[in-house]
Nanobody, 121 residues
Framework: QVQLVESGGGLVQAGGSLRLSCAAS????????MGWFRQAPGKEREFVAA????????AYADSVKGRFTISRDNAKNTVYLQMNRLKPEDTAVYYC??????????????WGQGTQVTVSS
């Protein structure tokens, strides 16, 4: 069982930056791939970024590539999403998720409750 709690969301102007954190409970965090997804009002949940259990492999949606960076600290049971050059279309609820393997589909085993990110123009 893995429990996930996101933090770091908020309101930021276009062009600004935010760093999201996701703290995980459980001793097996380091064995899980982690992902970030987002969901805007009226839209389906979409993949943002993912990282393998070791941190050696990452994947990004085309819409965030070059602007967002996913990382993890297994000693702290935490995964991060550094978001730079934010755009209004990045506005959404951001969720972190844990899964045995990296995948871009929202079929992860465990999910956090989400954190709101709002980018004003």
């Amino acid at each position: 069982q893995v429990q996930l709690v996101e933090s770091g969301g908020g309101l930021v102007q276009a062009g600004g930056s935010l760093r999201l954190s996701c703290a995980a409970s459980g001793r097996t965090f380091s064995r899980y791939a982690m992902g970030w997804f987002r969901q805007a009002p009226g839209k389906e949940r979409e993949f943002v970024a993912a990282i393998s259990w070791s941190g050696g492999s990452t994947a990004y949606a085309d819409s965030v590539k070059g602007r967002f960076t996913i990382s993890r600290d297994n000693a702290k049971n935490t995964v991060y999403l550094q978001m730079n050059r934010l755009k209004p279309e990045d506005t959404a609820v951001y969720y972190c998720a844990a899964n045995p393997v990296v995948t871009t589909v929202p079929s992860y085993n465990y999910w956090g409750q989400g954190t709101q990110v709002t980018v004003s123009s």
